[in-house]
């Protein structure tokens, strides 16, 4: 007899319900909820008037130009990389509404060890073109675009398939909006889910399967929040 004063359906519940509590504890790597400054990233920036923060819970980030904002902790799959992003549009100067993107899995071919921030970059856009990395761009070319693409370590070569080359309105963004973009490896599935639903997904017969996440933009105004990593 048990003298908990708990229904034997209650505590049958309870105990079942514990493993599966206990393994998504499990499942969480990283996480950063943007109170306690920016000492996870890492910030290649091609002008100085950039402006990168982190407060309040969220990630702020404000830049005439060019900009890649690495987290620091090397990844290896099958992961998920989970976070709320939204283009600002509230009068400055950088408000244009344009470019959430991200790179994943990234890795530098040409460095010992191919860690992608054994060297720094200036954040120019084409100085990325050197890494083994998946990347997407979301309302990229003024909010007239969004893409996803296989970097394969060639200067000048980023493969576009047709399939990942959206200009569809509803793959574009919407000023001031909060959505939430999960970025998927799991072995040869890759894939780009925005709100739940699949923006880009392919089979990679030669899958990345470890390397560094990075936020990238390009004179624009984002701000992120909840931003998680978990094991699939």
């Known amino acids: 007899?048990?003298?908990?004063?708990?229904?034997?359906?209650?505590?049958?519940?309870?105990?079942?319900?514990?493993?599966?509590?206990?393994?998504?504890?499990?499942?969480?790597?990283?996480?950063?909820?943007?109170?306690?400054?920016?000492?996870?990233?890492?910030?290649?920036?091609?002008s100085p008037q950039a402006r990168v923060s982190a407060a309040q819970g969220v990630l702020d980030i404000d830049t005439p130009a060019g900009l890649t904002l690495w987290f620091r902790q090397p990844l290896k799959g099958p992961v998920a990389i989970a976070y709320d992003v939204r283009a600002v549009q509230a009068g400055g100067p950088q408000d244009a509404v344009s470019d959430v993107n991200a790179f994943w899995m990234a890795q530098d071919p040409a460095v010992p060890g191919g860690s992608a921030l054994a060297a720094r970059r200036t954040g120019v856009f084409e100085d990325y073109d050197s890494l083994r990395t998946y990347y997407v761009g979301i309302g990229g070319n003024r909010n007239s675009t969004t893409r996803m693409r296989r970097y394969v370590g060639?200067?000048?070569?980023?493969?576009?398939?047709?399939?990942?080359?959206?200009?569809?309105?509803?793959?574009?963004?919407?000023?001031?909006?909060?959505?939430?973009?999960?970025?998927i490896a799991?072995?040869?599935h890759i894939a780009?889910?925005?709100?739940?639903?699949?923006?880009?997904?392919?089979?990679?017969?030669?899958?990345?399967?470890?390397?560094?996440?990075?936020?990238?933009?390009?004179?624009?105004?984002?701000q992120l929040r909840k931003f998680s990593i978990t094991r699939l």
């Open 186 to 188: 799991d072995g040869a």
């Open 1 to 46: 007899m048990i003298g908990t004063g708990l229904s034997r359906r209650t505590l049958l519940a309870a105990l079942a319900s514990t493993p599966v509590a206990a393994r998504a504890a499990r499942k969480m790597l990283y996480r950063d909820d943007f109170s306690h400054g920016l000492d996870q990233w890492q910030l290649e920036a091609a």
């Open 192 to 222: 780009v889910e925005r709100d739940g639903e699949t923006l880009f997904a392919m089979t990679d017969r030669h899958p990345y399967r470890s390397g560094h996440f990075g936020v990238r933009t390009t004179q624009s105004h984002i």
């Open 154 to 183: 060639r200067a000048g070569d980023r493969p576009l398939l047709p399939a990942h080359d959206r200009t569809d309105p509803a793959a574009m963004l919407t000023p001031n909006r909060w959505f939430h973009l999960r970025l």
